[in-house]
């Protein structure tokens, strides 16, 4: 039993040097003024009207990303989940090999692909069709997030998928339940732990993004990621980008907990 | 007799080319108890799957009630089935795993109420409407299982291997369980088994499959007292089977001694098997023996001994309430009418012709 305990000690020393001493610092600076004096006004500085459009915008962007994910995912996942007898764990790897590469790469390509002289304008005017103005708009960064974070959604509901017994699925047949409502009534109640991770999954990384919008928004449109980001790397403000950071940290939070309360098998694999 | 309930003509079934089943031809009658005996692997399953739905035969048609269901899909038959591992819903509690068929099909309120009230006491499981499958024992979901699929009063009720997950004591008393329902309820039991005694304790009827081929129909009496081949002698409890000679009409040489039996026209000299079982061996002194032999084994079995006597270079197995210890000499005799003699199958097609007949 002491071994055992004597075997974690590098990952607690490891979280705690990379985690639980980081989080202290953000919350040391979230309280303090540049003065070192104990202060809310990092926190209350949300209510700047520019800093809650940018919290109002990530959420909005956030939720119809997550909702888009959702929609493709699900019947996605219902047909990896179908495949499963062989050849199964080749076809889910299809799916996850984009996340093998750079995330920056990921979101670079879409960047190029849309430009006013991207590659699909270029197909488009080859073709005499208009051209797609959708680069710099909140679209293209509903675009970034989708494609980015669709497999944390696929997986989770496609674990939950495959966890539903089939005699469950023949037995709601059995008794006279027609293949709709099976699927009302049995797969779906059952996947709900793993939509709910899903869209955790989705949801969070999506809040907190910057990279996406920085490179697909251009410099028009700020997300509270880059607001926080703003206020580290360009004015150098810690203690306000600290504090914003805290007020975005309640937002997971409350997410986390309700991952939590519907998510009792685990599916989730990150949280 | 009442009348066929459920034809199944000329069934083949196949998967990746292994032939499942091959051309089977089965009739069960209304308020019969059918069992599909037979080992893993025979086709039991995949024969209570194609009549419950979920697999369409390669050939062949399936008749209910005088209507072709092959096509049908399994919600839109009137049957019913109770999975092996029993799969209630677990996100349902127990009244709405009950009235889950009735509720699909509308049922008022009250009706549903009554239904499950009704279920439950027949399965002696009241009070447990709000409980959660997963908080229930083995025995218990099984019984709410069969409660889920009799409230929809089916016609036919199917069973795979219903009472495999649960023990000794709770088999034999959930086997009285299900032959009472059977009466009280008057619905046809197709059940599907690997346990011959299961088998016999509960069935009108049993069939016997092997590879894909039914081997033998009949009563479980049938089954047990005049075994058609020696798969079925030897699946269908303990038995000594003996290549033999059948001499002339009721005369068969058995390890080269003969003895009189009640079997005729297997013609003259021709190989056969047979089948004694091991309580009709009888062992007495040995000048009174039509063979001697010697007992190599001796086991105390509770209802019987169980003795193993080496005679004539084949070790017969005896049940007895007589003992005879290790070493004894002893004689065997065979009373004529305990003698089972079978054809000797040529071949597995052969083995399955014979079944049609």
Not at chain 2, 58 to 86: C, E, H, M, W
């Amino acid at each position: 039993m002491k071994n055992k305990k004597t075997l974690a000690t590098p990952y607690l020393i490891w979280s705690a040097a990379f985690i639980l001493i980081p989080l202290c610092m953000v919350f040391y600076y979230g309280f303090t003024d540049r003065d070192g004096n104990f202060t809310f006004q990092n926190i209350f500085a949300i209510q700047n009207p520019e800093h809650l459009k940018a919290l109002w915008l990530s959420l909005l962007l956030s939720f119809i990303s997550t909702l888009f994910c959702l929609l493709l995912a699900y019947p996605l996942a219902m047909i990896l989940a179908s495949f499963r007898v062989k050849n199964n764990s080749f076809i889910v790897m299809i799916f996850i090999l984009p996340m093998w590469m750079n995330f920056l790469l990921r979101t670079l390509a879409w960047q190029s692909l849309l430009e006013k002289t991207g590659v699909i304008n270029n197909l488009l005017t080859f073709f005499h069709l208009p051209n797609l103005a959708i680069i710099n708009t909140p679209y293209a960064i509903i675009l970034g997030m989708v494609y980015n974070f669709l497999p944390f959604m696929v997986l989770p509901i496609y674990n939950s998928l495959t966890k539903i017994d089939q005699n469950i699925i023949h037995a709601a047949r059995d008794l006279g339940a027609n293949g709709f409502r099976t699927f009302q009534k049995i797969t779906l109640p059952l996947s709900i732990p793993g939509i709910i991770s899903g869209i955790t999954m989705v949801f969070v990384p999506a809040l907190t993004t910057f990279v996406i919008s920085n490179l697909l928004g251009g410099s028009k449109i700020l997300l509270i990621g880059n607001v926080i980001e703003q206020e580290f790397t360009q004015t150098s403000n810690w203690h306000l980008g600290s504090g914003l950071s805290i007020v975005l940290m309640i937002f997971i939070i409350i997410s986390m907990v309700f991952t939590a309360i519907f998510d009792k098998d685990g599916e989730g694999t990150v949280l | 007799m009442s009348h066929k309930l459920i034809d199944l003509v000329g069934i083949t079934k196949s998967y990746n080319n292994n032939i499942i089943l091959d051309d089977m031809n089965l009739y069960i009658r209304e308020n019969e108890f059918l069992t599909l005996l037979g080992p893993s692997g025979c086709g039991k399953t995949t024969t209570l799957r194609l009549i419950g739905g979920f697999e369409t035969p390669d050939k062949g048609t399936i008749i209910f009630d005088g209507s072709d269901i092959t096509a049908l899909p399994p919600n839109k038959r009137q049957l019913n089935t109770v999975f092996q591992k029993y799969a209630l819903f677990p996100h349902m509690d127990i009244s709405d795993n009950i009235a889950f068929g009735l509720k699909i099909k509308n049922k008022s309120q009250a009706y549903i109420q009554d239904k499950i009230k009704y279920a439950l006491k027949l399965v002696n499981l009241d009070g447990y409407e709000r409980r959660m499958p997963d908080s229930l024992s083995g025995g218990q979901q099984q019984r709410i299982a069969i409660a889920r699929a009799i409230v929809n009063e089916p016609k036919v009720l199917l069973l795979d291997e219903p009472l495999g997950a649960l023990d000794l004591k709770l088999r034999q008393d959930m086997q009285y369980e299900l032959i009472r329902l059977k009466n009280e309820l008057g619905i046809t039991f197709i059940y599907v088994t690997h346990d011959q005694e299961e088998a016999l304790t509960m069935s009108d009827t049993i069939v016997v499959m092997n590879q894909g081929y039914i081997q033998q129909i009949g009563s479980p009496e049938d089954i047990y007292n005049e075994p058609e081949n020696a798969f079925v002698a030897d699946f269908i409890g303990d038995s000594n089977i003996i290549d033999s000679i059948m001499v002339q009409d009721e005369l068969v040489q058995i390890l080269g001694a003969k003895f009189a039996c009640v079997d005729k026209g297997f013609g003259t000299n021709k190989p056969v098997d047979v089948v004694i079982r091991p309580e009709d061996v009888k062992l007495v002194k040995p000048e009174f023996g039509t063979i001697e032999g010697e007992v190599r084994h001796l086991i105390f079995k509770g209802v019987h001994y169980e003795m193993e006597v080496h005679a004539n270079g084949f070790d017969w197995l005896v049940h007895s309430t007589k003992m005879f210890p290790v070493g004894e000499k002893v004689g065997i005799t065979i009373s004529p009418s305990n003698i089972q003699i079978m054809h000797k199958p040529a071949s597995q097609d052969e083995e399955a012709a014979s079944i049609e007949e």
